[in-house]
């Protein structure tokens, strides 16, 4: 713990100022009787406030004493390249707090070597170029994790008075998310080096499933890819998810999903579990990244094509429609896949269209038989459904990255992937790494 360098008659006239001042505002405006609940939350939180901003303002003030006291003392000063910096004077910076702006004076040097001027102090705060403190930008950021930059901004003013411009919260959002991007891109290089450090998870089965879903990015629609890995309660219920989400190809989102993988307790896990449907980028990354996994169909995909042919083969909403889809579902849920495969084998049209639908179901089928024993598959209790994935892009990426009118540019949905993902799996946990 650092040590106050402050004499302590100085410190003890500081404390006496700020109480002064404090008093006068509690005798000013504090009610002893300020009638209901809200009007006394109103006036405590107001006073709470004003105290804050009162000490924030006190030791940016103190701060400003202590610059000029180190400009009258120290004219030149070491730039980090190794030449001397001369000193320009106190020149004056504003940083955005939680309590409001406050104005630091500090002294600036100017390096005839480098041609670079720079303060000392802003790298004592901690703040480098920033506008915003670190509290600033961790709240700004986490905010921008699910409501757009013009609502983040809002909702800084109006519940913590602090006001930025929509650009500010753009910047910071993206940095972020940026710096995200680099931490994730680092854990694949440790992770193919085989240096990622073991997880403390130790399930005893986890589940994996991948699904991609489409976002306006440059003008076009490109796919963002999705990935989760989650546990099961003893309920079947999906507990302790963790999720990925890139605009990446599938090669590089293999990579990333492994890594999730990792820190999910996979390399400590036996039971593993893939299930997703039937996407031909999917099943080349379980078969590359999680070939020992009991790989499984979505069921709801699979009666999905099933529905497709049952439609042209008997006709839109007919009963004979219903039926045949009836007895396919109970020969999927009864482990007989064949029977199913035979079923649609029998079908002759003659319509070009109808010919390429049953073509393309009897290829999907025989593709993916040995992934569709369902009722063997629940039995030994594993999900027989994406829905998590599904769930995912919704929840994840959808509700924050699909609203009306948005439309982004390549580095800006990647960097906001990073920050959705990175807010359904750790939002219990600080953004400071990522502030820097």
Known sequence: MSTDPTPPEDREKAIEEILRKLEE?????????????DEMEDQTQSIGDDFKRLLDEELAKRKGKDQQSQSR????????????????????RHIVLLSGVQTFRRV????????????????????????????????????????????????????????????????????????????????????????????????????ITMDGVMLHVDGDWHEAKVGCVYQTD??????????????????????????????????????????ADGAEWIWQEVGKYFPRSVQVLDYYHATEHLWE?????????????????????????????????CEVEKWRPRQPQKCVVRKRLVGYLQTHRHRMNYGMLKRAGYHTGSGMVESACKNVVQTRMKRAGMRWSAPGAEAKLQMCRWFSSYQRTSLNQYLQ
């Open 234 to 275: 003893p309920m079947g219920k999906g507990i302790k998810s963790r999720y990925i989400a890139t605009m990446e190809r599938s090669a590089q989102f293999g990579r990333h999903l492994c890594v999730l993988g990792h820190q999910s307790g996979t390399h400590r896990c036996r039971d593993l579990a893939t299930v």
């Open 108 to 207: 600036y040097y100017h390096c005839s070597g480098c041609h670079r001027g720079f303060a000392p102090m802003d790298d004592w705060l901690g703040v480098g170029q920033a506008q915003v403190s670190h509290r600033v930008a961790g709240l700004l950021g986490r905010l921008s994790c699910y409501l757009p930059d013009r609502l983040v901004a809002r909702e800084l003013s109006d519940l913590f008075g602090v006001v930025l411009a929509v650009r500010t919260v753009q910047r910071y959002s993206q940095r972020i998310g940026a710096s995200m991007k680099t931490e994730a891109n680092h854990q694949v290089e440790q992770w193919k080096h085989r240096n990622l450090p073991p997880s403390e998870e130790r399930p005893s089965r986890l589940h």
């Open 309 to 341: 042919a049952a439609r042209l083969r008997f006709g839109e909403g007919s009963a004979k429609a219903s039926d045949w889809m009836t007895q396919q579902k109970e020969r999927l849920l009864n482990d007989q896949v064949d029977l199913v495969i």
């Open 25 to 37: 505002k509690l005798r000013r405006d504090l009610n002893v009787d300020p009638g209901s609940l």
């Open 73 to 92: 003392s120290l004219c030149t000063l070491r730039c980090p390249c190794g030449a001397k910096a001369r000193s320009l004077g106190l020149r004056t």
